[in-house]
């Protein structure tokens, strides 16, 4: 598989803060103070995706190859599965899993606080999980 940090981008947007949502709570991806670091219990440290390409490329890629309109698509094979990782400052690895048919896109997973900052309705449009394969959590141990 070819594997890319830029796992979370939303393009334009408002001013509130960007979130994921798993089975830990919300955790805070962007910081625009609307509502905040402190209206989150866990931040992301960092991230990273994992993909099959269109053109048969492995191992460490740069995905921001074109315009944001075209993200995603321009190498990604959306008929396999993507995975997400998102990595939180509690120290657990989440996953989100979607490709497999599925368009799939640097915002996928992700939500938006309202621009003053109380939950709108821009939420994700996914939900993040702690993977059932340990590997992550025990690479994120040592």
């Known amino acids: 598989m070819a594997v890319g940090d830029w796992y979370f981008d939303h393009g334009a947007g408002g001013t509130g803060d960007w979130y994921a949502q798993t089975p830990d709570g919300k955790v805070q991806v962007q910081n625009f103070n609307n509502p905040g670091p402190r209206s989150f219990s866990i931040h992301a440290l960092g991230g990273c995706v994992f993909y099959k390409s ?18 995603y698509s321009i190498d990604m094979n959306m008929n396999k599965p993507i995975s997400k990782y998102l990595l939180g400052d509690n120290g657990v690895v ?13 915002r996928t997973g992700f939500g938006e606080y309202d621009d003053d900052g109380t939950v709108g309705s821009n939420g994700p449009d996914e939900s993040f999980q702690i993977p059932e394969d340990t590997t992550a959590q025990d690479k994120l141990q040592n």
């Not at 989440?94 to 640097?106: C, P, Q, V």
């Open 54 to 71: 269109k053109t048969g490329k492995t191992g460490a890629q740069k995905l921001y190859q074109g315009s944001f309109a075209e993200n």
């Open 94 to 106: 989440y996953e989100l899993k979607t490709g497999n048919g599925l368009s799939a896109g640097t």
